[in-house]
């Protein structure tokens, strides 16, 4: 990359004088002076030790205040909003400094000419679908190019989609791959891999991730496994199947020698209240024999996708084209209203569908903005129809581009999943959509306020690791994630008493609040709470040392 594109890094020198530092180990707090120049942590001066003072060209009078790492978002879905956004306010303002993009299987490298449309056409409900927008990258080198020439606020690391390697494969087919798609798969991600990503997601409830056998997935961590990244993935059920979904994980793990990241680790709906227990005796067992494991969760009860997803597997396959021409037949949507709403669908979980658990958040379509807020089993009220029909109708005049929340959390499976010494933190925020989940702009001081200060369930000290030094050691981050001399000056100041999440599920774009100054290599993002509109991030590029280098 020409000198030119590379991202800011601050020459200035700042001393934090008399800060709390939470260093990102979980070690007990302490208070010292702090100085960052040169985009790294130069020096640490512990009060009462004696001795000079810092100099700095700046000094922030840190007293009463928490001097941490910078947050890391294990399970974010920025990909468009780093390249369209780059000041990125959401994350910012809550104190994040990295993002890992690429989840649940589904993203937009690697692509080709025919993937790539259908891929911006599944994925509208995520990240929007910019009609005016440069395409100009096919791979995972020049996806993470792309991002250095945005030059955002944050950095990013990328997993490379499991469900985009199938794609380019063998399309959206209900099938296991021949071995010449196999070989095709492992060749792209090893491509992929050497590019800079830290890993493979994968979408085993989405299509085409859905259709994937044990064997396919165990085949692809062979060869993460062999360039030391990890595999996160968004398994088949988060409902009736959750438990045998994760030992399936742990057994891809087992047999191809993979780290395995759980990304937003949960047991959600009916069936599974007061059931965490029973997830963390099944990562306890997997720890124990060797398996090198961690996860995520964010703090909320209701989860987030697409409308789209709850549909059966077999209505979605080929892709966006046949799954809306399904939806048109009479005889194709009374075979799935009979999945939704009274077996099942696998595409809801394995249960059956509660429209009143099911409330629009977003539609790509400006005239179905009357939907927003309302939940399907309102709309089919208000229509005098069933449940079913109304979910169909949208879905067909929204071209797939519909977000949902569903309500089916249970906040003693919550708390239970942060408890574990495994846990990370996870946001898995959507940015679009008229009312997105507020854990978009709020999870980092939603864990930070309520959880730690308010509930107790973690100590400041040990909530602040599980956001920075335990992701960054998964990550395989190279000098970042504590507060140390040489680590990158990736730094949140922020006041323990006043942190609280502001964005609600009524107005979901409300910043963080007690969040006062964040740098990213050295550079303040945000000072005195506000954001500074400085873009000093990069993508992070795993090496073939197994690091992620500047």
Same mark, same amino acid.
């Given at each position: 990359m020409a000198e030119a594109e590379r991202a800011e890094v601050s020459k200035e020198a700042t001393v934090f004088k008399g800060a709390t530092v939470v260093d990102g180990t979980g070690a007990e707090r302490y208070r010292a002076h702090v100085r960052i120049a040169d985009g790294l942590i130069t020096e640490i001066v512990g009060i009462g030790e004696g001795g000079p003072g810092l100099d700095g060209s700046s000094t922030v009078d840190a007293d009463g205040l928490v001097l941490a790492p910078g947050f890391i978002d294990m399970h974010a879905h920025s990909d468009l909003a780093l390249l369209l956004e780059p000041q990125h306010p959401a994350k910012v303002t809550q104190g994040v400094i990295c993002e890992v993009l690429g989840q649940d299987g589904l993203s937009y490298a690697p692509v080709d000419e025919t993937t790539l449309p259908a891929l911006r056409r599944q994925l509208a409900g995520w990240n929007g679908d910019p009609a005016d927008f440069d395409w100009d990258w096919r791979d995972v080198a020049g996806y993470l190019d792309?991002?250095?020439?945005?030059?955002?606020?944050?950095?990013?690391?990328?997993?490379?989609?499991? !469900?985009?390697? %199938?794609?380019?494969?063998? !399309?959206?087919?209900?099938?296991? +791959?021949?071995?010449? $798609?196999?070989d095709r798969m492992r060749q792209v991600l090893a491509q992929c891999l050497l590019d800079g990503a830290v890993g493979m997601s994968s979408g085993l409830s989405y299509t085409p991730g859905m259709y994937a056998e044990t064997d396919e997935l165990v085949a692809l961590c062979t060869v993460v496994a062999a360039h030391g990244g990890f595999h996160a993935p968004h398994q088949r059920s988060y409902g009736r199947g959750a438990l045998e979904g994760y030992a399936e994980m742990v057994e891809i793990a087992r047999r191809s020698g993979c780290a395995l990241h759980l990304t937003h680790a949960t047991m959600n709906f009916g069936v599974n209240r007061g059931r965490a227990g029973e997830l963390l005796e099944l990562v306890d067992r997997a720890l124990a024999d060797g398996i090198d494991l961690t996860l995520d969760s964010y703090p909320y009860l209701p989860g987030s996708t697409t409308l789209a997803a709850l549909l059966p597997s077999w209505a979605t396959e080929g892709g966006p084209g046949p799954?809306?021409? %399904?939806?048109?037949? +009479?005889a194709d949507r009374e075979r799935i209203r009979s999945a939704m709403e009274e077996r099942g669908s696998d595409g809801c979980h394995g249960v059956v569908a509660d429209w009143t658990t099911i409330q629009i958040s977003g539609v790509r379509s400006e005239r179905l903005a009357w939907a927003v807020g309302r939940t399907v089993a309102e709309l089919a009220a208000e229509q005098g129809r069933g449940g079913t029909e109304a979910f169909l109708d949208l879905l067909r005049q929204d071209e797939l581009g519909t977000t949902v929340l569903q309500h089916v959390g249970h906040e003693e499976n919550v708390r239970a999943v942060m408890r574990h010494p495994a846990h990370t933190v996870g946001s898995d925020g959507l940015l679009v959509g008229a009312r997105p989940h507020p854990r978009a702009w709020g999870t980092f001081a939603r864990y930070l306020g309520h959880y730690s200060r308010e509930l107790g369930v973690l100590p400041l000290e040990e909530t602040v690791a599980r956001m920075t030094g335990r992701p960054a050691a998964r990550l395989g981050l190279d000098r970042r994630g504590r507060i140390a001399p040489g680590f990158h000056a990736d730094v949140v100041l922020l006041d323990p008493e006043r942190v %609280?999440?502001?964005?609600?599920?009524?107005?979901?774009?409300?910043?963080? $609040? !007690?969040? $006062?100054?964040?740098?990213?290599? !050295?550079?303040?993002?945000? %000072?005195?709470?506000r954001t500074t509109g400085a873009r000093p991030g990069r993508a992070l590029r795993r090496t073939d040392r197994g690091t992620v280098a500047r």
């Open positions: 792309r991002i250095d020439r945005a030059r955002p606020a944050v950095n990013a690391c990328y997993l490379v989609p499991h !469900g985009s390697l %199938r794609m380019l494969a063998m !399309g959206w087919q209900n099938r296991a +791959p021949t071995p010449a $798609e196999l799954t809306l021409a %399904r939806l048109a037949d +009479p %609280r999440d502001a964005a609600t599920f009524a107005q979901p774009r409300l910043p963080a $609040e !007690g969040i $006062e100054y964040v740098y990213v290599n !050295g550079t303040a993002v945000v %000072r005195q709470g």
